[in-house]
Nanobody
Framework: QVQLVESGGGLVQAGGSLRLSCAASGRTFSNHIVGWFRQTPGIDREFVAAIRWNTGTTKYTDSVKGRFTISSDNAKNIMYLEMNSLKPEDTAIYYC?????????????????WGKGTLVTVSS
């Protein structure tokens, strides 16, 4: 059974930084893509960033490019999302997700495994 557990969310002022973590367990992730999505009430879950576990290839949505960095510690099975220059519009529940495969996809339906989410609130 795959488990993804997020941590690191919280309240931060605009311009500040947070680092989210996603601890993964239950299988070897060498043939997986792991990523972050976010969701606010009334809005569909949105792709934020993803990384191909065995190569480190990354992909970001345009609104976070240059501000967010996704990385992974393969030895510890942990994925990170470093978020800098945060804006109020980054406020959302952030979800860690994983999909079996080697190509990075941005549609939530392409991801088989999900964490429960961690709330990020950015105040203005």
């Amino acid at each position: 059974q795959v488990q993804l557990v997020e941590s690191g969310g919280g309240l931060v002022q605009a311009g500040g930084s947070l680092r989210l973590s996603c601890a993964a367990s239950g299988r070897t992730f060498s043939n997986h893509i792991v990523g972050w999505f976010r969701q606010t009430p009334g809005i569909d879950r949105e792709f934020v960033a993803a990384i191909r576990w065995n190569t480190g290839t990354t992909k970001y949505t345009d609104s976070v490019k240059g501000r967010f960095t996704i990385s992974s510690d393969n030895a510890k099975n942990i994925m990170y999302l470093e978020m800098n220059s945060l804006k109020p519009e980054d406020t959302a529940i952030y979800y860690c997700a994983a999909r079996i495969g080697t190509d990075v996809r941005t549609a939530p339906g392409q991801y088989q495994f999900w964490g429960k989410g961690t709330l990020v609130t950015v105040s203005s």
